[in-house]
């Protein structure tokens, strides 16, 4: 499989006769401790379980917090003929609303990667509940923003205690999963971030039929319910999210901070699950400590740098369409009015949506193929990109958008779960934590990009017309390109030297 097989590295090391212990031979008849070798259904019928434990979950959770990242973008046109969205009450210029917007993603680079192997060391279900409440905390806070100093105040602070919500959740899969099951999983609770999308668009509309009820301004309600909302969900995470699996009859060890939290509800509440679960996932269960050599040798192996250069690029793309959605559909009409623009934007994530319920299954199906599926989207993006740069019929460009959005579906979640599935055979749980953060931290180094050089960062960009932001969607293009380009040299890499190394040690 193009250096995708499976195969044990030395990363994983599995005790001495766990199997005999967990398997006894009766009649010629294996058999696990408790009842006969479960057969594939059985096994399936397992991870159903676990997936209607933890998807709904990492759903809601991704749901609520991409929400918040992502209102900002949406305020900007919220009831502006009034004169009350965001950047007319706090008199923000395109230069400061980039700059607040960049200063986000910076902070979510630089923290995304210690957060990740924080939450390796710890409870990761805690952690995770962790940056999901002061998420809602700090999301409430915008509806408090006064001047352009707090604005840039607020989106600091919420790129710092959101870092490593996304890296996280990626992680948190592999200790219930196998990698090679991850990709659609992560697809499933990643759709959270496109119906967020469309959801905040349509919800808008009702918020800014808000505006002035109780001194408040239509985007200040929608900051602080969805902030309220957000906390809530945090606290019922701490109970609900399964902590990180242990060898059935094994105690959990008792850390100081869990005497204080809900008594939380088990993954499984049948033996016969724990068991069946521990021997699909033993090398999860017994990944042995890692140190700094362990991630040393994460961060020194080559694989992470064209995964983070196709990061880059969708990440890039992905996040500039969500903040300046409303921009790009304005320059396409300008006549259309803020609830309308509200409206228009949705359908660009129910398309993007519908392609990650596509795709994402065929990626794990067809997993060594993850590379043609990469790019195929990214040169949907590229399509769509040219249509809202250079035709001339409104509907035309917005057309180029629904694109946009549709290509977007391929692409994000695949990197992620492709990194999770080199890394985790070749270095286990630290690889795991380690890279994920790494090619999502330094990935969005093109959130960077999109947010403070691009679209309000360029004065030539804003001369009205209908080549409008043709110099910011060049960019994007070339980005892509690039990102194309990583993948194609990735996967012939690896079948260098990976699908070699494999037959070498088969032999």
Not at 385 to 392: D, E, K, R, Y
Request: a positive charge; proline letters at 5%; one cysteine or more.
């Amino acid at each position: 499989m193009d250096g995708e097989t499976e195969t044990p590295e030395k990363g994983f090391q599995t005790p001495i006769n766990v199997r005999d212990s967990i398997f006894k031979e009766i009649g010629g008849d294996a058999e696990i401790g408790i009842g006969p070798v479960p057969s594939e259904a059985e096994i399936a019928k397992v991870y159903q379980k676990l997936d209607r434990r933890i998807i709904p979950a990492l759903w809601i959770l991704y749901f609520l917090c991409a929400a918040i990242r992502s209102n900002v973008g949406i305020s900007l046109t919220m009831n502006s003929a009034t004169g009350d969205s965001l950047g007319q009450k706090l008199n923000l210029t395109g230069h400061q609303i980039s700059t607040g917007l960049a200063l986000f993603y910076v902070c979510y680079v630089i923290f995304d990667f210690p957060s990740n192997l924080i939450m390796s060391k710890l409870s990761p279900h805690v952690w995770l509940s962790r940056i999901v409440l002061c998420v809602g905390i700090v999301g409430a806070c915008h509806a408090a923003l006064t001047a352009a100093w707090n604005f840039y105040l607020i989106r600091l602070l919420l790129g710092i205690v959101i870092a490593g919500m996304w890296p996280g959740m990626s992680y948190y899969l592999t200790l219930f999963y196998p990698p090679s099951s991850t990709g659609k999983r992560i697809g499933y609770y990643f759709t959270a971030a496109q119906v967020s999308a469309a959801v905040v668009s349509l919800v808008s509309a009702g918020f800014q039929k808000m505006n002035g009820l109780g001194g408040l301004t239509g985007y200040e309600w929608m900051f602080m319910i969805y902030g309220l909302i957000t906390v809530v969900d945090a606290i019922l995470l701490i109970w609900w999210l399964p902590d990180r699996p242990l060898p059935p009859g094994e105690e959990r060890k008792v850390r100081w901070y869990t005497r204080y939290l809900p008594r939380q509800v088990e993954a499984f509440t049948e033996e016969r699950d724990k068991v069946v679960h521990y021997e699909e996932m033993r090398r999860v269960y017994h990944a042995r400590p890692w140190g700094v050599k362990d991630l040393a040798a994460v961060m020194a192996d080559w694989r992470i740098w064209p995964l983070t250069v196709m990061y880059f690029g969708v990440v890039g793309v992905g996040i500039g369409v969500q903040n300046y959605g409303t921009l790009i559909i304005r320059a396409t009409n300008p006549k259309l009015s803020s609830i309308q623009i509200s409206l228009l934007f949705a359908p660009i994530w129910v398309m993007d949506l519908i392609a990650i319920l596509i795709s994402m299954p065929l990626s794990d199906r067809f997993n060594s193929k993850r590379a043609y599926i990469f790019s195929v989207g990214c040169t949907i993006q590229i399509v769509g990109l040219c249509m809202t740069t250079f035709a001339t019929a409104p509907w035309t460009r917005y057309g180029g958008l629904l694109l946009v959005g549709w290509g977007l579906g391929p692409t994000t979640p695949n990197v992620m779960a492709w990194t999770t599935e080199i890394f985790h055979r070749r270095h286990g749980e630290v690889g795991v934590a380690a890279a994920t953060a790494l090619v999502s931290g330094l990935g969005n180094l093109g959130s960077v990009t999109t947010t403070y050089a691009l679209y309000t960062g360029w004065a030539s960009d804003n001369i009205p017309g209908s080549h409008q932001y043709r110099k910011s969607n060049g960019v994007l293009i070339g980005i892509l390109a690039m990102s194309i380009l990583s993948s194609f040299v990735l996967k012939i890499l690896l079948h260098l030297f990976d699908t070699k190394k494999v037959k070498e040690e088969s032999s």
